[in-house]
């Protein structure tokens, strides 16, 4: 980018150029540093929603336990497009936390966006935050419930003068601890790009061939391949090769 800011022999773009070079750089710099992470390494929804009372009894443990045991002080946001008109149950601290401080924020930010606010609720309760697949045991959406006694943080007793999880072999935690370990072997089974045996998808070997950065006779069942390498060829591919002024 220095090169085209005016310093580099009077070289400068027009803002609307300026910005379509960097838009292009951004673009392509995903923070993984390779395209192979795309839609990889995947596991979700990592929280289930408390279901309303309202709505018909749960069939499955881990709901009907969030409903049972949750319910009472916490509610899940809803779609809006599937419960158009819906809002948050007033007393009740909404699990996942919604995003919605994002788009309050005005326009020019995108809902994508990461806005970072004192007391920020996402710290503690996003969707992203609540299970800990590295450990979980470890996860907030159990240590918050749990008593301290029982090895938890009890801020949901703290908060509401109530205990609400005593015990780890209480079968109530154990149906909330396990789709949290089921979710954590899936991850180890599909692999994120960060994770030792990573295997990219169909689509980025796909796409490395037709640009014929692999051969077309690779084989994503047993080839090794290593994906920043691959990144880096299809990167170089793209570069511009000023014709020598010696080439005949
Ligand atoms: C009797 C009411 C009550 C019940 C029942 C309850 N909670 Fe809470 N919970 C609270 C309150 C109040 C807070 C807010 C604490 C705060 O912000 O200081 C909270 C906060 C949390 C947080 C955020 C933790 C943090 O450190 O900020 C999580 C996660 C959570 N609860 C999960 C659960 C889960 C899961 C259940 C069911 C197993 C549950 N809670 C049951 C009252 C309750």
Not at 25 to 40: M, N, P, R, W
Not at 75 to 85: D, F, L, M
């Amino acid at each position: 980018m220095d090169k085209i800011g005016g310093a580099h022999y009077g070289a400068k773009l027009e803002p609307k150029e300026w910005r379509t070079v960097w838009m292009w750089i951004e673009s392509g710099a995903t923070f993984s540093g390779t395209y192979a992470a795309l839609a990889t390494g995947m596991v979700g929804p990592s929280w289930p929603s408390i279901p309303d009372d309202s709505e018909p009894a749960p069939k499955d443990r881990t709901s009907a336990v969030l409903q049972r045991r949750c319910g009472e002080c916490h509610a899940s946001p809803r779609n809006p497009q599937t419960h158009p008109g819906w809002t948050a149950p007033e007393g009740k601290i909404l699990l996942p936390h919604p995003r919605n401080h994002v788009r309050q924020a005005g326009p020019g930010v995108a809902v994508h966006e990461r806005l970072v606010i004192p007391n920020d609720p996402l710290v503690r309760r996003s969707i992203h935050t609540l299970w800990n697949l590295s450990h979980p045991e470890k996860s907030i959406a159990l240590l918050a419930p749990l008593s301290k006694e029982a090895g938890g943080w009890g801020t949901c007793e703290a908060a509401a003068g109530k205990a609400v999880l005593t015990s780890t072999t209480d079968a109530d935690y154990r149906s909330l601890l396990d789709p949290i370990h089921r979710n954590a072997e899936r991850l180890d089974t599909i692999k994120r790009f960060d994770m030792p045996g990573f295997r990219p998808n169909n689509q980025y070997v796909r796409e490395m061939k037709r640009f014929g950065i692999l051969p077309p006779a690779f084989d994503l069942s047993h080839d090794p391949i290593d994906v920043y390498v691959t990144d880096q060829a299809y990167w170089r591919s793209l570069w511009w090769t000023p014709m020598s002024l010696n080439s005949p």
